[in-house]
């Protein structure tokens, strides 16, 4: 086994791929201030400009794994380029879309940019870090997530003020170009060259795993991102068919396995690989839990109180600082405290969401905006201790040749959860809006305390494999005791 040499230019490697993958995460959620301005603009309705939100979570969820296999299979540094420069491309044709249908269709191709991208960013963590470093740059990856996700709202409002009318949405997507630019040319030159694996293309990737994977993501995501259009009650149909594709993934891999062939997924990294399934549930619990109330907090302040995308955004980015903080401080400390981090950050997480739920029945109205900050960001530090050391233990046991394609597994739990989240937290604010005649105050409680519930299953799930590692740990420290014995004992 040869020993591992750090690349001196990994930190300089690391800034470009997060920024890169900062643009991708930010238009899951920059994208919602604009919708208006994009409906005026394009004169269409919407349900169509509707789509240029979930048509790019759709297709962002679903190449995530295939990202992550391609990566693995062709080299990180190729795959991050090409969807690099897929994403900055997207990202033009977006902005200079003239009508609704050219837009939907950019938006779902930089989905899928954005999906084979974002993979690589764990993948070269995983192969450019070893040891406390590694916690380190997850530390940086947990704080551009936790960022991009909390500041999207603001800095869509600010183009928006900055840019006007008619034209400013368009600004949303064209920032993206000058950034993707540069951060394409100095990922050529910082990103380490890695050898294409022998063989043909069509021998290493499983295509057969991708359709069977990509049918069964569609037909949980497709209802969900749909929601708001009727998508639970119309295509409803499309959840049995996900768990027979998905059923049949896990049989065609396990197949694929066996026949010594290179799977899309090895479902070994869920049974076999320590904490791998149970860092994965956690992960899309939390998000479950935690995604969904950026948009009932903007339907709060903007529908509720009247406030203006810029001050909706404003008033929760209490939260984007204290994950960005608390998230790169907690890299730091996974090596110490590893487990615990999380289940002490889901601990904080569910107290603020309940502290919010109380805090907007006590305070007027006019006052909410200020009083909510202290609680989202206690839950801000506490979900930047989440986000970080999860994805650290998740994949600490997972082998570098893997790492992609588990990586892309962990993210589209996420995503899987992120829609659930949202789509379950908007259908109970709505419902209580409409229910007491526009008690938006009570509807944001209800909304908060349902938040609550669904990080309360993570953070179990978080306490039961803290158990566990302490289990593992004293079964390894009892072998290596015996085999220290052993040693003696032959001597």
């Known amino acids: 086994m040869t020993e591992f040499v750090p690349d001196p230019r990994r930190w300089r490697a690391l800034a470009v791929t997060l920024t890169a993958g900062f643009m991708t995460?930010?238009?899951?959620?920059?994208?919602?201030?604009?919708?208006?301005?994009?409906?005026?603009?394009?004169?269409?309705?919407?349900?169509?400009?509707?789509?240029?939100?979930?048509?790019?979570?759709?297709?962002?969820?679903?190449?995530?794994?295939?990202?992550?296999?391609?990566?693995?299979?062709?080299?990180?540094?190729?795959?991050?380029?090409?969807?690099?420069?897929?994403?900055?491309?997207?990202?033009?044709?977006?902005?200079?879309?003239?009508?609704?249908?050219?837009?939907?269709?950019?938006?779902?191709?930089?989905?899928?940019?954005?999906?084979?991208l974002t993979p690589q960013n764990s993948g070269l963590i995983q192969d450019l870090f070893r040891g406390a470093e590694r916690g380190r740059a997850f530390g940086m990856f947990g704080a551009v997530v936790g960022i991009s996700t909390a500041v999207g709202p603001v800095l869509g409002g600010v183009i928006l003020a900055v840019f006007g009318d008619p034209g400013?949405?368009?600004?949303?997507?064209?920032?993206?170009?000058?950034?993707?630019?540069?951060a394409f040319v100095l990922a050529m030159r910082l990103l380490p060259k890695t050898e294409r694996k022998p063989g043909k293309l069509r021998s290493q990737i499983d295509f057969a795993g991708i359709v069977l994977l990509a049918v069964a993501v569609l037909g949980v995501l497709l209802p969900l991102?749909?929601?708001?259009?009727?998508?639970?009650?119309?295509?409803?149909?499309?959840?049995?068919?996900?768990?027979?594709?998905?059923?049949?993934?896990?049989?065609?891999?396990?197949?694929?396995?066996?026949?010594?062939?290179?799977?899309?997924?090895?479902?070994?990294?869920?049974?076999?690989?320590?904490?791998?399934?149970?860092?994965?549930?956690?992960?899309?619990?939390?998000?479950?839990?935690?995604?969904g109330i950026w948009l009932v907090f903007s339907l709060f302040f903007q529908q509720g109180l009247g406030y203006t995308p810029l001050q909706s955004g404003l008033s929760v980015t209490s939260f984007a600082i204290g994950s960005a903080v608390s998230a790169a401080v907690a890299g730091r400390l996974v090596p110490r405290f590893g487990r615990?981090?999380?289940?002490?950050?889901?601990?904080?997480?569910?107290?603020?969401?309940?502290?919010?739920?109380?805090?907007?029945?006590?305070?007027?109205?006019?006052?909410?905006?200020?009083?909510?900050?202290?609680?989202?960001?206690?839950?801000?530090?506490?979900?930047?201790?989440?986000?970080?050391?999860?994805?650290?233990?998740?994949?600490?046991?997972?082998?570098?040749?893997?790492?992609?394609?588990?990586?892309?597994?962990?993210?589209?739990?996420?995503?899987?959860?992120?829609?659930?989240?949202?789509?379950?937290?908007?259908?109970?604010?709505?419902?209580?809006?409409?229910?007491t005649h526009r008690d938006y105050s009570l509807a944001l409680t209800t909304a908060m305390c349902c938040s609550a519930g669904l990080t309360c299953v993570a953070l179990v799930l978080a306490v039961l494999e803290l158990r566990a590692r302490r289990v593992r740990a004293a079964r390894n420290e009892e072998r290596e005791a015996a085999k220290a014995a052993a040693d003696v004992h032959r001597q």
């Open 25 to 116: 995460l930010l238009d899951v959620s920059i994208v919602n201030t604009a919708l208006p301005a994009m409906q005026r603009g394009l004169n269409t309705g919407s349900g169509t400009v509707q789509w240029v939100v979930s048509g790019y979570a759709l297709t962002f969820g679903l190449v995530l794994v295939t990202g992550g296999r391609l990566g693995d299979a062709l080299g990180r540094r190729r795959m991050f380029l090409i969807a690099l420069a897929a994403f900055v491309i997207t990202s033009a044709l977006a902005g200079a879309a003239p009508d609704p249908t050219t837009l939907v269709i950019a938006r779902l191709a930089q989905g899928c940019a954005a999906g084979l």
């Open 340 to 435: 615990r981090l999380s289940v002490a950050g889901l601990s904080l997480v569910v107290l603020s969401l309940l502290a919010v739920a109380l805090v907007v029945e006590l305070v007027p109205p006019s006052a909410a905006g200020l009083a909510v900050a202290l609680p989202l960001l206690i839950g801000g530090i506490g979900g930047g201790m989440v986000i970080t050391p999860n994805t650290t233990l998740t994949l600490e046991c997972v082998p570098t040749s893997m790492a992609g394609v588990a990586g892309g597994a962990l993210q589209t739990g996420q995503r899987i959860g992120t829609a659930i989240g949202t789509a379950v937290l908007a259908s109970v604010f709505e419902s209580v809006v409409v229910g």
């Open 168 to 182: 400013g949405w368009r600004w949303v997507f064209y920032v993206n170009v000058p950034v993707g630019a540069v």
């Open 225 to 291: 991102v749909e929601t708001e259009q009727g998508g639970l009650s119309k295509l409803w149909w499309l959840f049995p068919i996900a768990v027979v594709f998905g059923f049949g993934f896990v049989r065609w891999e396990r197949r694929v396995v066996a026949r010594d062939r290179p799977p899309l997924l090895d479902i070994r990294l869920f049974t076999g690989t320590p904490g791998y399934a149970t860092g994965a549930a956690v992960g899309a619990l939390y998000f479950c839990g935690f995604a």
